[in-house]
């Protein structure tokens, strides 16, 4: 079993909307990737959020918490690599969003109670099922 380690963000706007994400052109999640070496969990968050979505101005509001789930690729999940995935609340007042990873070419505000219909993963649904209520 491999395990990876990732983080990622809730984005909330002035409206109260979340930001979702998409990868690969076909399926949708919250921002978060990869912690890349000599960052910290909430440097990695905000650095992938601003590839996926575009934006910058993010102000840190807490930790949300961590779940895992497997890896998916190509709608399968590889039960062989477990992701360790560690989500923190930001806000931001920036709302045009324009991705920078040709690998997540869109992004977009959905309305809280319209973002467990959007998200593609069980795990995420889940999570951001457990944390909805806090936001």
């Excluded at 002035?14 to 990869?34: E, F, I, R």
């Excluded at 977009?108 to 467990?116: F, L, N, P, Y």
């Amino acid at each position: 079993m491999v395990d990876s380690y990732s983080a990622g963000g809730v984005v909330l706007n002035s409206k109260g909307q979340v930001l979702v994400v998409n990868q690969d052109g076909d399926s949708w999640s919250l921002p978060k990737g990869h912690i890349e070496s000599g960052e910290n969990q909430v440097e990695a968050a905000k650095r992938e959020i601003k590839e996926e979505s575009g934006i910058t101005e993010l102000e840190f509001v807490k930790e949300l918490g961590s779940y895992q789930r497997f890896r998916v690729i190509d709608g399968v999940e590889d039960k062989n690599h477990r992701k360790n995935i560690t989500m923190f609340l930001f806000k931001t007042n920036q709302m045009e969003l324009k991705p920078i990873d040709p690998e997540n070419p869109e992004a977009r505000w959905v309305d809280k109670d319209k973002v467990i219909e959007l998200l593609s993963f069980t795990k995420d649904k889940e999570f951001f099922g457990n944390v909805l209520n806090t936001l």
